[in-house]
């Protein structure tokens, strides 16, 4: 088992579990507050170190307390946070996960552009990158950035995406070098120029998707389900959390376990049932941070 | 000009400036996030220090991060902080204000049982208390630990309390002893036995409550004015603010200026009016965090 290097965001996650949002000039009691390790480059690194696999971090937090205990928190989950930079007088994300009633959720985002990887941080990274076995990149880093990555990639490792790059240059370098695609509704429109309306037009989509260059491509569908396809079929995975405590990270926990399953020599189709449990796991738990394991994932995973 | 005790909340103010809040499974960007002191007794504290009077705190923090990081900031405004407990195992409150659009708060609050006063604690701070000129009390504290306050406190001292205690008894003991009480609409309904329908009701309850031991008693009136009542009579005073940003903090810095112009032995109208300036500078501004000045509340107060 080598090392998943991920690209992405790190920051402060500040869990607020409420009866619901109060209303203009209320107030409401919060019943439990949890303040973790979050952004989704720590979930999906977080995700790939219960799986089993190294993972290290590029990202970028502030020169603050929070950056502080945001890498001493990562590196407490045995991640390797050397590519991590601490940019001076920046500010740490911050993401307030308002959650509640149970299965709602409202996200308040504080994400600085200081905090967004610029082309330098992942020239710096570039060992780290090159001698990965697999990079994940999170595609709501800025282009440079992104394209910065794929440069540093050896030409043998496995490459898993995470989003629809802003930039069409970028869009292109990613559908080109990537392996394995992940995209949300938004997203499936942004890389195919139009939002499928059904199960059956996200598996359209994805096939159009594997003709740009990836061999896996894991699309949402806006009926509630994933699916992830590959040149020799697909499947179509219905959410398994009917009753869904909060879905923050359930889209890193999927992108981390398919990853670890691909990067495993597993078959996309079972990659793809890892991904699904893992996904279900965390949206059955408030906040964004998985509590996986290779037990929970091989054992829950129906068989194709 | 001597020391002010104020025995209330202190917590950490967590203020986030959004466009609006999203919707259910939504997210929205923080355009500005800012992490101060806060809670009701840290406000207070602050506004009293800002009008040039000593200043201490009782009150209750974690022994967590959160804690170390309020006490240090309460010493930074050069407030007296030796009657703040550190509680093992406790969390700091945690208050997020969630401002925006302009005008439109809402308040989540994290304010753990752990953080609430015991008698304990508030005997512990006795002789601060006993030595104190006057005296600002929170009665959102347990009404025990108000009472202890309330035996601490020396005979020639000023009282100012704050709200409504939930405890019949402890009702009786705040209006016999405190020299003024403050209190919103809902406390003045508790206070009461009913709710004002307007500003003519708020004064025939301000009177009422004056009958009832006070010198001195401001309400706000459910048509966006504070009645502010003595023996002698009682101004009406509209909010100043036409165009409030965020009322957080707007009560705690009318009771901070109220008490220190009534300990510098201002007429009750005076230090109504200083006030309502207080209060409106503090409605004008995202946070609860007062920037007040004695050059303001002088400028500003309107003449009687």
Known sequence: MGGIVVVGQVGRDLVLEVDGVPPEGGAAPVRRRRELLGGKGANQAVGCRQLGARAALVAVVGADAAGADALAAAAADGIDVTGVVRRDGAATALLVDVVGPPGVRRLLEDVPEEVLLRPDDVRAAAALLGGADAVLLQLQQ???????????????????????????????????????????????????????????????????????????????????????????????????????????????????????????????????????????????????????????????????
Chains 1, 2 share one sequence.
């Open 142 to 304: 800025p282009g440079p950035s992104v394209a910065e990555a794929l440069r540093a990639v050896a030409p043998g490792s496995l490459v898993v995406a995470d989003g629809a790059p802003d930039d069409e240059r970028v869009r292109e370098l990613v559908l080109d070098r990537a392996d394995a695609v992940r995209a949300d509704t938004a997203e499936t429109a942004a890389l195919t120029g139009r939002a499928p309306g059904d199960t059956a037009g996200t598996v359209r989509a994805a096939r159009e998707l594997l003709g740009r260059g990836p061999r896996v491509v894991a699309l949402a569908s806006p009926e509630g389900a994933d699916v992830v396809a590959w040149p020799g079929g697909h499947v179509v995975l219905p959410h398994l959390e009917p009753d869904p405590v909060d879905p923050t990270g359930g889209g890193d926990a999927f992108v981390a376990a398919l990853a670890v399953g691909l990067l495993h020599g597993e078959e996309p189709g079972t990659a793809a049932r890892w991904a699904a449990v893992a996904s279900a796991q965390v949206a059955g738990t408030a906040g964004g941070r998985p509590g996986l394991s290779p037990e929970l994932v091989r054992r829950q995973a129906p068989r194709g």
